[in-house]
């Protein structure tokens, strides 16, 4: 019988990124869990999700799709590859899907952001097109 390792990602989900991150998981047939934390500290405001399978299994190429889709599909989207060295945050924006499963494999985890709710987007996108159509 061989030994094989459990690899998992934990995704740290700020902001607005939470239902609109998991979605895009789900979409993808991608299973993950919520980590609950309890501490008697202040922590910085995020939930936490995590993604855990044999190495073999882990699906690092869908992962690595999910994140370029869901971070191209709005301005205000962020993914932030933090590496296991803990010097280096890597924004994945602009990177190609086979980049982003690199840098995962060898990353401590990954924090997504999205800093505008999309109703506030729309409405962001509505008044600029407002203003274009005023000048």
């Known amino acids: 019988m061989t030994e094989q390792a459990v690899s998992a990602i934990?995704?740290?989900?700020?902001k607005h990124s939470r239902d609109s991150f998991l979605a895009a998981l789900d979409d993808a047939s991608i299973p993950h869990s919520t980590v609950v934390q309890?501490?008697?500290?202040?922590?910085?405001s995020g939930f936490t999700e995590i993604v855990s399978a044999l190495s073999d299994?882990?699906?690092w190429n869908g992962i690595a799709k999910v994140i370029i889709s869901w971070v191209e599909a709005r301005k205000s989207r962020r993914v932030m590859i933090n590496m296991k060295e803990g010097?280096?945050?890597?924004?994945?924006?602009?990177?190609?899907?086979?980049?982003?499963?690199?840098?995962?494999?060898?990353?401590?985890?990954?924090?997504?952001?999205?800093?505008?709710?999309?109703?506030?987007?729309?409405?962001?996108?509505?008044?600029?097109?407002?203003?274009?159509?005023?000048?």
């Open 38 to 44: 309890f501490s008697g500290r202040p922590q910085a």
């Open 10 to 14: 934990r995704f740290t989900l700020f």
């Open 87 to 135: 010097l280096v945050s890597i924004d994945a924006q602009g990177y190609g899907a086979k980049d982003v499963e690199r840098l995962l494999r060898a990353c401590r985890d990954v924090s997504i952001i999205d800093t505008m709710p999309q109703d506030k987007e729309i409405e962001a996108l509505d008044s600029d097109v407002a203003v274009r159509r005023a000048d």
């Open 57 to 59: 299994a882990l699906p």
